[in-house]
């Protein structure tokens, strides 16, 4: 299998943190967006950002700027199908996607999909941690599922277009039915996959920086 191209998934609106951009809030004097993209561009081929709006506004990190595709805001799988979209493009055949407000996800994070892959048709893996008992969101596996972090093929994109016109919004729905797999990463110090909602998990998230 080739490299996976990656897509930074920033089409968020951010509205519990009064709107704006969270990726381009302060974390030790760079930008979120920054941490994120030095974690993910080692582990793949090729790298875009999803965002809505004016693309100028992130010139400064030279990536493509992918919208959505599809209007209304509905959700990270729209920023995921920009990607595979685009990765198509380059003659890509996966592309990896991991959210623009998470600056500690592991390092480990393609290489663990793309093995728990192996042996697929249709590379289709979403990262998951252990929960606890109180966990409502666990899969019929036990393992809680982090939707923005996931491996995807780019020959299912017209798949995952036509689910999305008509009305998917929830991730998991679309992966099940797929066939899609988990991976599971370690979370015993804190979850790798913390991400930035409210202003006190910048604060937060600066303490564990």
């Given at each position: 299998?080739?490299?996976?191209f990656?897509?930074?998934?920033?089409?968020?609106?951010?509205?519990?943190?009064?709107?704006?951009d969270?990726?381009l809030?302060?974390?030790?004097?760079?930008?979120?967006?920054s941490?994120?993209?030095?974690?993910?561009?080692?582990?793949?081929?090729?790298?875009?950002l999803?965002a809505?709006?004016?693309?100028?506004r992130?010139?400064?990190?030279?990536?493509?700027?992918?919208?959505?595709?599809?209007?209304?805001?509905?959700?990270?799988?729209?920023?995921?199908?920009?990607?595979?979209?685009?990765?198509?493009?380059?003659?890509?055949?996966?592309?990896?996607?991991?959210?623009?407000?998470?600056?500690?996800?592991?390092?480990?994070?393609?290489?663990?999909?793309?093995?728990?892959?192996?042996?697929?048709?249709?590379?289709?893996?979403?990262?998951?941690?252990?929960?606890?008992?109180?966990?409502?969101?666990?899969?019929r596996?036990?393992?809680?599922?982090?939707?923005t972090?996931?491996?995807?093929?780019?020959?299912?994109?017209?798949?995952?277009?036509?689910?999305?016109?008509?009305?998917?919004?929830?991730?998991?729905?679309?992966?099940?039915?797929?066939g899609?797999?988990?991976?599971?990463?370690?979370?015993?110090?804190?979850?790798?996959?913390?991400?930035?909602?409210?202003?006190?998990?910048?604060?937060?998230?600066?303490?564990?920086?």
């Amino acid at each position: 299998m080739k490299q996976p191209f990656g897509i930074i998934l920033a089409g968020g609106l951010a509205s519990r943190m009064g709107g704006g951009d969270k990726a381009l809030l302060d974390l030790g004097g760079k930008p979120l967006l920054s941490h994120v993209i030095n974690r993910l561009a080692s582990q793949v081929d090729g790298l875009a950002l999803n965002a809505n709006g004016d693309p100028d506004r992130f010139s400064r990190f030279g990536l493509p700027v992918l919208p959505d595709s599809i209007d209304g805001f509905p959700g990270p799988l729209a920023g995921v199908l920009a990607g595979l979209d685009w990765a198509a493009a380059q003659g890509a055949d996966t592309v990896v996607s991991v959210a623009a407000d998470t600056p500690f996800f592991p390092g480990n994070l393609v290489p663990q999909l793309l093995l728990t892959s192996e042996g697929q048709d249709q590379p289709l893996v979403l990262a998951a941690t252990k929960g606890d008992a109180q966990t409502k969101s666990k899969s019929r596996s036990g393992l809680i599922r982090h939707p923005t972090f996931g491996l995807w093929p780019v020959a299912l994109r017209d798949d995952l277009r036509a689910a999305l016109l008509g009305g998917l919004k929830k991730v998991v729905l679309w992966t099940d039915q797929h066939g899609g797999r988990e991976a599971l990463f370690p979370s015993a110090r804190f979850d790798p996959f913390f991400n930035v909602n409210t202003p006190q998990d910048l604060e937060r998230a600066r303490e564990l920086l």
